[in-house]
C-alpha cells in the first residue's frame, strides 16, 4: 500500500512535550501517513515513550542513531521515507487534528510541490501572549518557485521546514540536505527547495503549533 504523507519526528530528550507530538499524529483525520521517529542519541525514557507508540501504531518507521543534530535526523528520515509528500515535525510542536487533511487535499487538488501554512508560536511559562501566524496570501492561486523565494528573501514568508508540506519527489531531485552545525539550519534548503518548485500555494490556516522554549 502506498503511504500519501510521511511526518519526520527527530527526537532529542524532548520528555516534557514528545507525547503530546507523537498524539497529535496518531489523532489525525488522514490516516494514510507514516510517522519516521529518529531517535537522536535520547536517553533511556524516551526510548520507553517511542517503545509503546510503536507498540500500538504500525505505521512507525524507527531509526536509532548516535547523536548527530537535528540536521542529519531529519536527512536520515529522508532517506527512508515512502510518502508521496513529507511533513517535518520538531517533537516539542504538535500540529491540528485536521492539518495533514488539510494540507494534502491543496496539494493534489492543485497539483503542488509544496503547500504552506500558518503557525502558532507558543510561548510557555512566561507572560508574552501567543502569537498567530497567518499569510494571507491568495490560496485559491499557484505561485511560482521563483516568486515564493523572492517572498523568503524579503522576509515575507518564513523559511521554516515545519510550516511547509513538501513532495517527496522533489527534495530528491534537488538534492535538498539539512547542513549540519548550521545555524538555523532550514533557512537555506526550504529557499533552495522553494526557488526549484513549480507550483505552490497556501492554506490560511495556523496548524502548526510550534513551541518556543
Do not use: W
Request: charged residues 25%; negative net charge.
Amino acid at each position: 500500500m502506498s503511504v500519501d504523507v510521511s511526518i519526520i519526528v527527530p527526537v532529542y530528550n524532548m520528555e516534557l512535550y514528545l507525547e503530546e507530538c507523537l498524539d497529535s499524529i496518531f489523532n489525525q483525520t488522514y490516516k494514510n501517513i507514516e510517522v519516521i521517529i529518529v531517535n537522536d542519541g535520547s536517553i533511556d525514557r524516551y526510548k520507553n515513550i517511542i517503545k509503546n507508540y510503536i507498540e500500538k501504531y504500525k505505521n512507525i518507521i524507527y531509526i536509532e542513531q548516535d547523536n548527530q543534530g537535528l540536521s542529519m535526523s531529519r536527512n536520515n528520515a529522508i532517506n527512508n521515507a515512502n510518502g508521496e509528500y513529507i511533513l517535518f515535525l520538531d517533537s516539542d510542536d504538535y500540529i491540528s487534528c485536521d492539518c495533514i487533511e488539510n494540507l494534502y487535499k491543496k496539494a493534489k487538488d492543485m497539483d503542488l510541490d509544496i503547500v504552506i501554512m500558518g503557525h502558532k508560536k507558543i510561548y510557555n511559562n512566561c507572560s508574552k501572549e501567543d502569537e498567530l501566524y497567518i499569510y494571507n496570501i491568495d490560496e485559491n492561486k499557484i505561485y511560482s518557485g521563483k516568486t515564493i523565494s523572492d517572498m523568503m528573501l524579503q522576509r515575507k514568508i518564513q523559511g521554516y521546514s515545519c510550516d511547509k508540506l513538501i513532495r517527496l519527489d522533489l527534495i530528491k531531485k534537488s538534492n535538498m540536505y539539512f547542513e549540519p552545525n548550521r545555524y538555523i539550519e532550514d533557512l537555506y534548503p526550504m529557499f533552495k527547495i522553494a526557488y526549484e518548485s513549480n507550483k505552490i500555494s497556501f492554506v490560511n490556516k495556523a496548524m502548526y503549533n510550534y513551541r518556543q522554549l
